[in-house]
Nanobody, 121 residues
Framework: QVQLVESGGGSVQAGGSLSLSCVASGYNSVAWFRQAPGKEREGVAVISSNGYRVLYADSVKDRFTISRDNTKNTVNLQMNSLKPEDTAMYYC??????????????????WGQGTQVTVSS
């Protein structure tokens, strides 16, 4: 059974950094999504089961880094040079079975409860 638990959200000023962690067991690829009030859920980054393959949304490329430690069953999202527009609830997600290589939210079957990230200007 896939269980996803996020941690590490908080408040930071623009230009600062935060690190999110997702404890995930029983999964293949794992992705991070975010959703701001009144906006659609947006795919941020996804990492393959062995960690060798990653994909980022253009909006976070070169600022965010996704990684995983399979010995600890964790997937991390290091967020640098944060902007006010990065403010959102952040979720980790996984697919049933081998899944698709995608950042489309509809392709993901399992979701964590979310952790809030707030970036002030």
């Amino acid at each position: 059974q896939v269980q996803l638990v996020e941690s590490g959200g908080g408040s930071v000023q623009a230009g600062g950094s935060l690190s999110l962690s997702c404890v995930a067991s029983g999964y293949n690829s794992v992705a991070w999504f975010r959703q701001a009030p009144g906006k659609e859920r947006e795919g941020v980054a996804v990492i393959s089961s062995n960690g060798y393959r990653v994909l980022y949304a253009d909006s976070v490329k070169d600022r965010f880094t996704i990684s995983r430690d399979n010995t600890k069953n964790t997937v991390n999202l290091q967020m640098n040079s944060l902007k006010p527009e990065d403010t959102a609830m952040y979720y980790c997600a996984a697919q049933r079975g081998p899944g698709y290589w995608t950042l489309r939210a509809l392709s993901y079957d399992y979701w964590g409860q979310g952790t809030q990230v707030t970036v002030s200007s």
